[in-house]
């Protein structure tokens, strides 16, 4: 149970992060749904959301590196069937909080540059 909220855990870092950036990307509450279906769809197809990583050719399986979502699915099951070791449960926790934390980070500076009122127009 400890490895399966930890993963959970990391995972909710890593999205709450990721939806902070997709959602300073649209001017309405509209667009920015859109671009996360956008982006998520394809990185849920490539990560193994949809289709296990294993059964995937192996050029798609080296795409798969890049989507959150491969980290989460490998936390999770490394906590519930794989019965990983805190070490072994270090890199994709550590990869999906990074990622989190990067995302936050930019979606917020972002957001706050749009609040600001623009030099220009004074």
Known sequence: ????????????????????????LGKTEQTASGAGWAILMPLSMVG????????????IQSISFISPIRWTMLAIEGGVWRNFSIAEMA??????????LACFALGTRASERRSQPDARCQ
């Open 48 to 59: 193994g959301a949809m289709v296990p990583t294993f059964v995937m050719p192996a050029w």
């Open 1 to 24: 149970m400890p490895m399966l909220a930890l993963a959970g855990l990391s995972a909710a870092i890593c999205f709450v992060g990721f939806m902070m950036l997709v959602a300073s």
């Open 91 to 100: 890199t994709p926790c550590a990869i999906l909080i990074g990622v989190g």
